[in-house]
């Protein structure tokens, strides 16, 4: 057996030395190793460059509406200074599940260059249709973002109002409901709910 491996080591080295036309197989493995390096370095670079607040408000429907409204709010300031910044709250933090969200959210690149909300009033009227497809993704992947944060199992029900408690043991213990289910207007004003049916 040891002769026999070590004759194929030796057949492997010489391929893996033997040139190319102009440079050795183990000179273009090497090459392509660290093109590789690269190329995965500069990708999860981009992707956490893409992953910021600051590039998240950088387009205009973003920094002066969504943005405006979050700023009102308790995940944005608030007596312990933990703030949730849009990526928090609208993508996930496991890396699959954060590529996932990252090519589901491409397709707003072509709102953005078609203008499909460019002004106040295009956003206000696509409002309650872009409400429901954040509800619909947050309600399929059980308020995964949310639960980065919120956590039902370190949740001191003694600390909340009765209400509150009777509700979260009721719903989020027994896994009927989803934060997303009763939390829908936390961080940003609520479209116009006419017609939209609650719980």
């Given at each position: 057996m040891w002769p026999r491996l070590k004759q194929w080591l030796v057949a492997l080295w010489r391929t893996i030395r033997r040139p190319s036309i102009h440079y050795s197989l183990g000179f273009l493995t090497l090459g392509g190793f660290i093109a590789g390096v690269l190329f995965w370095g500069a990708f999860n670079t981009g992707l956490e460059m893409t992953n910021t607040e600051a590039f998240c408000t950088g387009c205009h429907e973003m920094r002066d509406n969504v943005f405006q409204e979050l700023k009102t709010t308790i995940h944005y300031t608030n007596r312990s200074g933990v703030r949730a910044t849009c990526p928090d709250c609208h993508v996930p933090h496991q890396w699959t599940d954060k590529i996932a969200r990252k090519m589901q959210a491409s397709k707003e690149v072509w709102g953005k260059l078609f203008g499909t909300v460019n002004t106040r009033e295009k956003f206000l009227d696509h409002r309650l249709e872009l409400a429901e497809h954040e509800w619909a993704r947050l309600k399929a992947n059980d308020s995964l973002e949310c639960r980065?944060?919120?956590?039902?199992?370190?949740?001191?029900?003694?600390?909340?109002?009765a209400r509150a408690a009777e509700i979260h043991k009721r719903w989020l213990g027994t896994g009927e409901k989803t934060c997303i289910d009763c939390h829908k207007g936390i961080a940003h004003h609520l479209p116009d709910m006419t017609g939209v049916p609650q719980g």
């Open positions: 980065n944060c919120h956590n039902y199992v370190s949740m001191d029900l003694t600390r909340q109002s």
